[in-house]
């Protein structure tokens, strides 16, 4: 048969939210004993105990300086609730609370739902074999190693004593029955349960074990429970979220309506300033406002949506407090983008049907020697990025990725090559991204040139610098950490086939029905081209640039 | 990094150090209620010139993101900025006619009187033009963000600069005291950020946004640097080197995550371009005192007064801190 609630509250700070929450438990009937720590000062504890003292319902333990982690928490958790069973005799249930820790549901709500269910204990207890959610790498070696140093003040000290037992393959015994199991400090135990536990027979050799565990306070009562109680409910009332270090996430006003769907009893960590939180939960407005249906998953993916960005970041983004570096592993833009070298010398109107095929709005030479070459010749695009040169080149890798960052969701696709501002970082850069797509016609830039209709020495100069600048390229293109998709051909091959290569250009970036619509560009004229590739020659080119025109 | 590396920045740290107090002999008191500080407080330290118009927003809205105290310089004003001051409950006030630019445009002014209040507080160190805007800075008041970021043992945050502009001429919409200057100058560049790591100081060298794009177009190279780390814990090792843009030890300086993740930041949102900016740059000519040879306020001169259009149809309009991290320029890093 269970009787009321009590309550064991271990309070360090802000105890005037502490004493907020403990009238709130003295007002349902509750008896509450409370846990001052060593460290909070004499002023606050006279205080409190004046405001709170005189309540018949309450009492004071013995303190204890309870560092995180550490045994003292235990210690003050097992003196307050030995003084709540002694002198609160008909209590059923025992709460194990922190001084910021908040009510979530009446306490009536809270006391129904114990004396349905009078039997069981309500405590995360995971088998450590099981326990995979733990952060920082020790599990079952929480429980069988020495930790004599503190993990907060001397980390380093902590790890290589770590180190050092594994390499000397150091085990503490685990004194039997006991079976190894962790979960949420915050729980709430049957008097049966409970009184057990504080009056095993071996309870001084358990103590003994568990001060050279590390944590102790989420192992002990969760390993010992599983050797007492009568029936486990292995999960928290009390929900918290911990972040990537381990601390629990704080909760602020503006948690309220997220708050209100979860489906515990209680929160922590509540910031003492979050007075919104305190003034609902703790007042009637929580009884009167229609209840929101439980939704714990939203708070899970609340949690998890802020992990993964402090983890992972946003793909392809650059900025003031994510800037990782070329090694990092991380997606390096934003999005997939084609570039195309050459085609717009040797298909019609190549620019225009690219952007029709693909259903984007495709750009010039973006890296074009006068000016950004903008789709539609705007001055400025997405983001304010200016068509200027000047700014462009001053650092065109972040001009790129502020690009595809600023169109995210809208493929990119622009014309570059050796006649370009062509920089060596932009090439690498894109070689080495998953998510560029980059074709090119190898020798495709010549055709302009050609185009002009003159032959001089500066033209061969011109020819033999652009070849040279391709030539690196292609190197890039071709080097064993390029992860990009590419595809050279030269302008033979274009010549012998323009249909099918124009076809897989753009295999992955348009669509079968756009490509039925506008049908493939047509070829532009190259009559007369052979004769300026003669003249070249005869003026001391390289037969070696030759070939990519050769059939 | 090198012990010798290493050696040196610490030596240019206690060398700045010690030009700081050096030139704090120029600082007058003013007035002092600084005993009026508690020890949790957040501070803020400001050094102006003229800023009369722009006082009342200003205090007002750090006032309201809970800004317990300001410490202020007023180096030479004559439009009664002073006055006002001394007439302000929490603003202790130090003034000095010394030159700006050789006290490191005001740094070493900072940096002593950080030096003798700031030492275990969170501070903040403002232009009268630049207004803080961090994550859920509209349900959360800044202790929260700096019992956060104790939590997580951070001691420096990051905070952009960003520059805010009107759409027309800057002359059309005269600002007035008291005014929020974002309902003028409302828009901003949202995506045209050029950014490189110092080696030497580890942080980020931030440049772009509107002051690149029309004013510096012809010379990107020397548009001023949009990198800022205004919200310190600040001990008594610690100095600025330039503006709020560098900071010694340079672990401060790493506001930023490198392995692909992002750490919180906020934004600077920068009321510079409103009408107030033409006496300005007329004055700051005639006196010289700003970085390079006053040459951004050249390059104002040049294109402001010739009533130019900083808007552009890609210009963005301002909403909130959330409008600002979906667009990538500061982020809630894991702040839930």
Known sequence: MSGPLGIVMLCHTALHRAEQVARFWLEAGCPVVIHLDRAVSDADMRAMRAALGAHPLVRFSPRHRCAWGSWQLVAATQDAAELLLRDFPQIGHVLLISGACLPLRPAAELQAHLAAHPQTDFIESVAIEHANWITGGLSEERFTLYFPFNWHKHRWAFDSFVELQRKLGMRREIPRPLRPHMGSQWWCLTRETLSAILKDPKRKRYERYFRQNWIPDESYFQTLARLHAHQIDSRSLTLVKFDRNGRPNLFYDDHLQLLRRSDCFLARKIWPEAGRLYDFFLSDELVKQPRLPAEPSKIDRYFELAEHQRREGRAGLYMQSRFPSHDSGAAKTAGPYSVFCGFDHLFQNFEHWVGQVTGTRAHGHLFGRERVQFHGGARVWHGAISDAAAIRDYNPRMFLTNLLWATRGERQCFAYGPEDAMDHEVNWFMATDANAEIHVIRGAWMLPIWRRGEVSDAVVAEVARLHKREQDWLEVLESRWVLAKCKVWTVAEIRAAPDACLAEAVRDSATPAALAAHGLAPLQGLDGLQEFLTALRNRGLSPQFFKDFNT | ?336
């Open chain 2, 1 to 336: 990094m090198s012990l010798l590396g290493q050696f040196r920045l610490r030596a240019e740290r206690h060398i700045k150090l010690f030009r700081c107090l050096r030139k704090s002999a120029a600082l007058r008191k003013r007035i002092t209620r600084t005993d009026s500080i508690r020890p949790r407080d957040v501070l803020a330290f400001v050094v102006l010139r003229n800023e009369l118009v722009r006082l009342p927003y200003f205090l007002d809205y750090y006032r309201a993101q809970g800004v317990r105290h300001f410490l202020m310089v007023d180096n030479g004003s004559d439009d009664g900025t002073a006055e006002y001051l001394e007439g302000q409950r929490d603003v202790s006030l130090w003034s000095t006619q010394a030159s700006y630019k050789g006290a490191s445009y005001g740094v070493d002014w900072l940096n002593h009187l950080l030096w003798l209040y700031g030492a275990g507080h969170w501070v903040l160190v403002l232009d009268v033009d630049e207004f803080l805007v961090y994550p859920f800075c509209d349900t959360r008041p800044l202790s929260a963000l700096t019992d956060w970021l104790d939590s997580q043992g951070r001691h420096s945050f990051g905070a952009m600069l960003l520059d805010m502009y009107p759409k027309g001429p800057i002359s059309a919409q005269p600002y007035h005291s008291g005014q929020n200057p974002f309902e003028i100058a409302r828009y901003f560049d949202a995506g045209n950020l050029s950014i490189r790591r110092n080696a030497r100081y580890q942080n980020l060298w931030i440049q772009g946004g509107v002051r690149q794009r029309v004013i510096m177009a012809a010379e990107p190279k020397a548009a001023p640097a949009l990198n800022k780390t205004p919200l310190v814990r600040w001990s008594r090792a610690y100095a600025y080197i330039s503006s709020t843009h560098t900071i010694l030890p340079r672990a401060l300086n790493k506001v930023y995550d490198d392995g692909g993740g992002e750490l919180a930041s906020g934004v600077l949102l920068h009321a510079k371009f409103l009408n107030t900016i033409l006496a300005k740059t007329h004055e700051e000519l005639t006196r010289g005192e700003h970085y390079s040879d006053s040459r951004e306020y050249h390059a104002y001169a040049a294109s402001l007064t010739q009533s130019q259009n900083l808007w552009c149809t890609w210009s963005t309009e301002y909403i909130n801190w959330r409008q600002l991290e979906i667009l990538g320029l500061m982020s809630k890093g894991d702040w839930a």
